[in-house]
């Protein structure tokens, strides 16, 4: 749907159709997996629209990137080969000496790369709690050229007021990315809040079966959009065509699938509110959320995300394994329900003073709540904790 005349098409039809128009040599009404690695040029270094190389250019994933940018509210989609692929292009666009500031609960992989990969090439990293947005301006330096908030947080369900910080960014020159993966464009529209990148990890609810990892950023800014492009194509972390084509199908049921992981995770989190067995419970749709004003203002949902503190790491291992519907894996935002402990899974990276001072204790349960029927999931959690 590249028209956008006088009726502009709302969310449900972009999901539906932006980036697959019918193929024009056959017609066929769903895109090709271009599963090629080279383009035949009419003439010596004269690509047809530019496609010389799929490590540059390929149309299958052209065309989730423009189903990005629509749904986003963006100019430019850029499509990765996993979420952290991703993220690490915005900051390779940096050089050593540059200073970034990032929150401090971010998914556990993001840490890794930036403490264990990254630091060493000479970038310099401070981790702040972005609840509170002058943290970040606290920790600004003249050379912060970026500041990296994750909203709502992995697995601590922390909010960031987004425009705050993009003003707060904004005003030390920096850029602002929010990784946006638990919320999906469904819920939270990062640009028009004020970040320049918006990013996810498509393997979670873009996708939303559980069945690739990827990654995409949008952008408005055509620059920028210019210096990313150049480090995906130098560094290569393009996603296979199969691949970005099984995301640009994900991506057609985007906005039926979140309103039922709304729903649903929203149940589970009152259920286990209510329960006796547990502490406390993270999700930013309960009103006990102490930034639930927050992301009723800038989130409409709060997909399925939710947290569990059991105070007790024997008793969060066997909810973990005694659920049925709920499988124990890693990853989320898939049709079907997933439970972890972070602590000892996707979190393991982060050294372990370092998150029980967080809050990811062993006692902490995430759950990914899909789309299953949700007497079944609740009925499967009641049975597990007791
Ligand atoms: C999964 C995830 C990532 C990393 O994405 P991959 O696709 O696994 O590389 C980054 N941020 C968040 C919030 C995630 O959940």
Redo the contacts with the bound molecule.
């Keep these: 749907m590249t028209n956008p005349s006088q009726n502009a098409p709302r969310f449900g039809t972009l999901a539906v159709h932006a980036g697959q128009d019918p193929e024009p040599t056959t017609g066929a009404i769903i895109p090709p997996i271009f599963q090629t690695s080279t383009y035949v040029q009419p003439d010596v270094a004269e690509p047809k629209q530019g496609y010389d190389y799929a490590r540059v250019k390929n149309p299958t994933t052209v065309g989730l990137e423009q189903k990005m940018a629509a749904l986003e509210g963006g100019t430019h989609g850029i499509a990765f080969s996993?979420?952290?692929?991703?993220?690490e292009a915005v900051v390779k666009r940096l050089s050593a000496g540059d200073h970034i500031v990032c929150e401090e609960n971010?998914?556990g992989?993001?840490i890794r790369m930036y403490t264990g990969v990254l630091a060493k090439l000479g970038l310099e990293f401070s981790f702040v709690d972005t609840r509170d947005p002058e943290r970040i301006r606290d920790a600004m330096r003249p050379n912060t050229r970026l500041v990296h908030v994750?909203t709502p947080?992995?697995p601590l369900i922390r909010i960031c007021d987004i425009r705050a910080a993009a003003d707060i960014a904004h005003e030390g020159d920096a850029l602002l990315m929010v990784?946006s993966?638990?919320a999906s464009p469904f819920n939270q529209q990062p640009l028009a809040l004020g970040a320049d990148v918006s990013?996810?990890?498509?393997?979670?609810y873009l996708n939303g079966h559980s069945d690739i990892?990827?990654?995409v950023l949008v952008l408005n800014d055509d620059q920028l959009a210019e210096d990313i492009h150049f480090v995906r194509k130098s560094s290569g972390a393009v996603p296979g065509p199969m691949d970005a084509w099984l995301c640009l199908r994900g991506i057609r049921t985007l906005h039926v699938r979140m309103p039922v992981h709304n729903e649903n995770g929203l149940a589970v989190a009152r259920f286990l509110e209510a329960h006796s067995a547990v502490e406390r419970v993270f999700y930013p749709g309960l009103e006990s959320h102490p930034q639930h004003g927050l992301a009723a203002r800038q989130m409409s949902g709060y997909s399925g995300m939710v947290s569990v503190d059991l105070g007790d790491p024997a008793r969060a291992r066997s909810l973990a394994t005694d659920t049925r519907v709920f499988q124990l894996a890693e990853?989320?935002?898939g049709v079907q329900s997933l439970i972890s402990v972070p602590a000892l899974q996707?979190h393991a990276s982060v050294p372990k003073d370092v998150r029980e001072a967080l809050g990811i204790t062993e006692g902490l349960v995430r759950l990914s709540v899909g789309i299953e029927d949700v007497k079944d999931l609740i009925q499967d959690l009641d049975q597990a904790l007791s």
């Design positions: 996993s979420g952290l692929a991703a993220i971010t998914y992989g993001v994750e947080t992995n990784d993966t638990f990013m996810h990890s498509s393997t979670k990892i990827g990654g990853s989320l935002g996707t």
